[in-house]
């Protein structure tokens, strides 16, 4: 059962490296985006947008997107913001006035663009959605993510608590342009990054630090433990370690 | 042989120098268990304490001894002095170990007419920042100097106390103890220190709200130039960063 | 061959009646006995490993542009010492595995510390005659917190640098001679161009002989005052019972340090300690978060984060308000343990020599105030993680806060109450009678008879 034990944790641990000599090389990130994505309002469209607001978004923002003492009113929101609500599952919102943490969607894409295209047809906001080129240069990458993203979504994109109840997220499944949403319309505490904070050029650079940290790390030394860091670490040399070497000084240290 | 340890991955040179030595553990066990004849010793313990008479030849000896070297007590207090000088004069060298308190805990690079650098180099607008963005800057030609590391926000409209058009810049060392107060919560406008979560309200002068933090982060005086640069127009009015005994 | 080398060295130092006695000294037969030899094998580990590392590291604070293999940062300005910490990682043979074997060692060198800590705190071995290595050992602990704190410092990576600032603002904090502590030590106001270097030679020199030299003297005691002994069967005040160092003895202390190796080195294996190419060179304006310290440290991070913002002010002066949990109870836990073994003395009125240890249900007063110390630095351990703990839980971060404040009182006044009840019916179950103890008589006519003690 031990060796079993140890051939998991060896394979989990090993995980992560190449088998080839050149084990530092970069990955090239796969995704990329359609940079002509935008609204393209239709009858239809707005149509069964309507319909599927009224359902579900209309109890709190309103039938004719006012608000309430719930939710938001939507006259002048973004096509960005509306649509990384509804495309990360934060909206529909379970509860109001609780931060919503990355869930399934409820809607599937065809619906997203109709209820985006719906409310953009009453919101005097942005109707264009950010949309960047993928890959950019990873380096660059990295001085952007540093500069404006690590402090709160941690080192390695696995997210940390930013003060009292809201949470920068895990970015392990966001795609990019989930990400380049978020970047530009800043939800929840999430500061916004405008063009001339972030430039397009720098936002598809970090998007592709972003997709380096999801898929293809070199990572190396073994468990990586959510990348904790001495959290993590102290419990494992507690239970783990000291644990095992105390069962171990029993066997040892009696005579029986 | 090279080939190997270059390419070996630290998991399997860990697990092999792991297993050697369980290998050995287990050996070494095995061998006291089942090898050796089981025995035990006795062991008597000293008795103390020791004899009475010990006791005080000891004491004896030692006043005995004392008397003698302090018999000449003007060499005796000369004896002092010397020591006493040496020490003194050790402390000479100790000296060199750093240089004296002086202005550095109350100022910072900024003066007036600086404008604000961002690490990549390039200088802040006041039109570069929309509203709820956030920047760290630097004075001109100061990038990454600690002690002058400032964040620039731009509130919305309405919104804050003391705004240069909206514009506010905070130093960017906690008051606490001393991180970069870097994580800026925008729909609440606080900044956090990663540290010890201390939080304070951007827009009310940067007052303490929550945690341990007991005063608030000193305020960047800054102006929007006719080239529609942001520029200081002065050092933070109060020393930055964690109090100090001299800090009123 | 070692027959004739015994017999030369008799005949030039005269040791034949020390080797003789040391061959066959007495080592009880109690496992918990062996849990400071851990200890001195995780150190023994560390002076190894430690040393192929300072083979490799540089204490410089220069700015050099790393151009070694690890993609990521290449072309990234970085301290001389960030760049020879990434060169042992990912240029130098092994040199990752050695590194983390390190680290996985000095944590459970410290563990170990305090495990063997809690042993002797709660059998009673600190009493009389032993108060004196109580206390060196108490400093070889916190002198094994400093050596870690320092050996963590020195990579120069962004998470020690958050490191090194809040102790830089901890000693500044200090009345009186807080600017100038920080000036003569640290050479500067933070952040200090000579700093890294003198974090080095104390890292690898000051502290490392100060623990040589600790750790030396109490064996020496040790050696002299004999083992403490569980009480039982031949085991008395005056003698010690057990196992002869050799070969017994030897054997099995042998598999314990090879043990201590292997779990190092396994730990080393399989999970990743301080991965610094992740958290990135030092730069006075970045900051990542989670930043927690190692684990010994967490008590301290803990206590400054649950600490209220008590600063006092006096015309031109200010005491700020880490002095007090990053000062003040840092040395009074240190006083504390100190003052331990007399103060207990003084409360028992018992200043007598003990060789028999006591079994914790027996004395439940000292095992309940020991087990809610333990509590008391737990809650501050477990406070100096409250934003993992508030992201992974959903809980808000100030309510965390606030809870923990309240547990620094409410948790130490449980753990005493529980353990002390339950230390109290162990007792009974084992049937020893509370405040009633008899003294056996011998009567003339050859009978016993019983009567009771005051």
Known sequence: MILHIAALLFAQASGGIPSSGNVLATPAPTATLDPSFATHPSANDLKEGQQLFNVHCASCHGLYMEGSPQAPPLADTDAGNVDFMLRTGRMPAERPFIQEFDRQPMFSEPQIQSIVDYVMSKSAGDKVLPSVPVPGNLEHGRRVWEENCEMCHASTAHGNSVGYREVAPDLMDASPIQIAEAVRMGPSVMPQFGPKVIDNASLSDVITYIEYLQHAKYNPGGLQLANLGPVAEGFVGWIVGMGLLVLLVRRIGSTE | MYGFWQQASTQWLGFALACTFAGFMVAALGWARWILPQEQVTDLRDTYPQPVEERAQQVEAFVHGSAQLTRKTWLTRMAYAAFGLFGLAALFPLGALGPEPDGTLFHTRWKRGDRLQRNDGTFVKAADL??????????????????SMAVLIRLPDGVGKNTTSGLVAYSK????????????RAAARQLICPCHQSVFDVADGAKVLEGPADHPLPQLPIQIASDGYVRATGDFPEPIGPGFWEHS | MIHRLLLWADDRFGTATFVHHALKKAFPDHWSFMLGEINIYAFIVLLATGTFLALWFVPGHANVVYEGPYQLLRGVKMSEAYDSVLHICFAVNAGLLIRQIHHWAANIFVAGIVIHMGRIFFTGAFRNPRELNWIIGSLLLFAALFEGFTGYSLPDDLLSGMGLVIAMSILQSMPFVGSWAMF??????????????????????????????????????????????????????????????????????LALQFGVIAMCCALAAFVQINPVWIWGPYEADKAISPAQPDWYIGWLEGALRISPPWAVHFPGHMIPSPFWPGFVLPIGIMLFLFAYPFVEARIRRDYSPHHLLERPRDVPVRTAFGVSFFAFMLVLFLAGSDDVQARYLHLSLRDLVWTYRFLIFLGPAVAFWVTYRLADELRRSAGVKRAERLRIKRTPEGGYDEEPVA
């Open chain 2, 173 to 184: 060392a906690c008051t606490h103890a001393g991180c970069p107060v870097a994580l800026y």
């Open chain 3, 184 to 253: 003569f030590l640290a050479g500067g106001a933070w952040p200090s161009e000579i700093l890294t270097q003198r974090l080095f030679i104390t890292h690898v020199f000051v502290v490392p002989l100060l623990l040589i030299a600790g750790i030396t003297v109490h064996l020496m005691i040790l050696w002299r005052q004999k083992h403490t002994q569980f009480p039982g069967a031949r085991r008395t005040e005056e003698n010690v019972v057990g196992s002869p160092l050799f070969p017994q003895y030897t054997a099995r202390s």
């Open chain 2, 130 to 147: 929309n509203p709820d963005a956030v920047q760290t800057v630097f004075p001109e030609g100061s990038v990454g100097d600690y002690r």
